[in-house]
């Protein structure tokens, strides 16, 4: 009897082994981001390592240890690093044409092993600071052709290890991109909407309003308390303290 194996077949067998992958990475999420996880749900986590697992293969990322390394990487950096231009040198390890899979693992490993000692810290130590920092300070909106230095001053206070890694030069650029953005997108004419979020994109990444990654975050009822101008410093320090405290609500 011989046997024939069809397409549905190997079809079927390829939904096995993914989702035997997707279970293998939620696992994982669970060891290594169990706050992230929590607020996520279970459901639109699988789906953010769907995206993983896709976006992973485009890099040519085929080996568990690689694509988990980039699922690692997108959690913490945001679903769109490699079109955020405050994480441009991990989208140039990424598109190195020349390096083979392994070399440029090691290179994001040992970027993102930096990033992740020299922004967030031990026990996100630095990330703490910055969420309390947030929490008793006060917008700093003056004049309108003030805005950019005075934003930019503002990030340098509240977290400057990101600053000093990131680079000055990019915030400037971040700053005037995001209130271009605010007004087009979000109709945030006052200076302190756009200010808080300036905030959003400066911590949660350039993109995070279409991130699958801040699914958590339920932008858009935030967005609203921004327009009717009920969002504070404050609930914006709440917020952020979800993902690095437990027991926050």
């Not at 945001?78 to 079109?83: K, L, Y």
């Not at 300036?198 to 935030?222: M, P, R």
């Amino acid at each position: 009897m011989k046997l024939v194996i069809t397409k549905k077949d190997i079809a079927m067998f390829d939904e096995l082994v993914q989702a035997r992958d997707i279970t293998y990475y939620y696992c994982h999420c669970k060891e290594v981001f169990p706050l992230w996880v929590q607020l996520m749900t279970e459901k639109n986590s699988r789906q953010v390592i769907e995206q993983a697992l896709i976006k992973g293969k485009e890099n040519q990322f085929k080996l568990v240890d690689t694509i988990r390394l980039y699922l690692d990487t997108m959690i913490m950096l945001g679903e769109h690093f490699q079109t955020d231009i405050q994480y441009t040198l991990f989208r140039n390890i990424l598109s190195q044409i020349d390096g083979n899979e392994m070399s440029r693992a090691s290179q994001l490993y040992e970027h993102l092993n930096d990033y992740t000692q020299k922004v967030i810290g031990d026990d996100a130590t630095h990330f703490k600071e910055m969420i309390f920092l947030i929490s008793i300070s006060q917008l700093p909106v003056g004049e309108e052709g003030d805005f950019t230095i005075d934003m930019l001053q503002f990030f340098k206070f509240i977290y400057p290890q990101k600053v000093t890694f990131v680079g000055e030069a990019i915030y400037q650029e971040l700053i005037e991109w995001g209130r271009k953005q605010a007004l087009v997108k979000y109709d945030f004419q006052d200076l302190t909407q756009q200010a808080i979020y300036l905030l959003f994109l400066f911590v949660l990444g350039q993109h995070f309003d279409t991130d699958l990654t801040c699914y958590w975050l339920n932008w858009s009822d935030i967005a609203m308390q921004i327009k009717a101008n009920t969002y504070t410093l404050k609930d914006l320090a709440k917020t952020l303290a979800k993902i690095v405290i437990e027991g926050v609500e």
